[in-house]
């Protein structure tokens, strides 16, 4: 399983982003698709995630109601549309895949086996 994320820039407050993580070979044993990000000098931190299929999605609670997680199981690709920016929403953004991950361990980054190169958002207040 091949990640490959894109979509990261500069934006001000307030505005929107799209990251977009295409997924190539093995698409076939995901079972949850997933958002991290990471701060300089911060743990990794969970951002939203969804089943490969579709249906269920969770979110952190920083991101609700702000950031939405979805996919096109045709073009292989897992989106984040980030609305409402924040400065503190600066990080570089991961996207990761899991095939053991189950409901109870969507948000810990230890369920996650495959991972993008990362795409860095930096949002200017």
């Known amino acids: 399983v091949q990640l490959q994320a894109s979509g990261g820039g500069l934006v001000q407050a307030g505005g929107s982003l799209r990251l977009s993580c295409v997924v190539s070979?093995?698409?076939?044993?995901?079972?949850?698709m997933a958002w991290f990000r990471q701060s300089p000098g911060k743990e990794r931190e969970f951002v939203a995630a969804r089943k490969w299929r579709g249906g269920s999605t969770s979110y952190a609670d920083s991101v609700k109601g702000r950031f939405t997680i979805s996919g096109d199981n045709a073009k292989n690709t897992v989106y984040l549309q980030m609305n409402s920016l924040r400065p503190e929403d600066t990080a570089v953004y991961y996207c990761?895949?899991?095939?053991?991950?189950?409901?109870?361990?969507?948000?810990?980054?230890?369920?996650?086996?495959?991972w993008g190169q990362g795409t860095q958002v930096t949002v200017s207040s």
């Open positions: 070979e093995g698409t076939s044993s995901i079972r949850y």
């Open positions: 990761a895949a899991g095939p053991s991950v189950i409901q109870s361990n969507q948000a810990s980054k230890n369920a996650y086996a495959y």
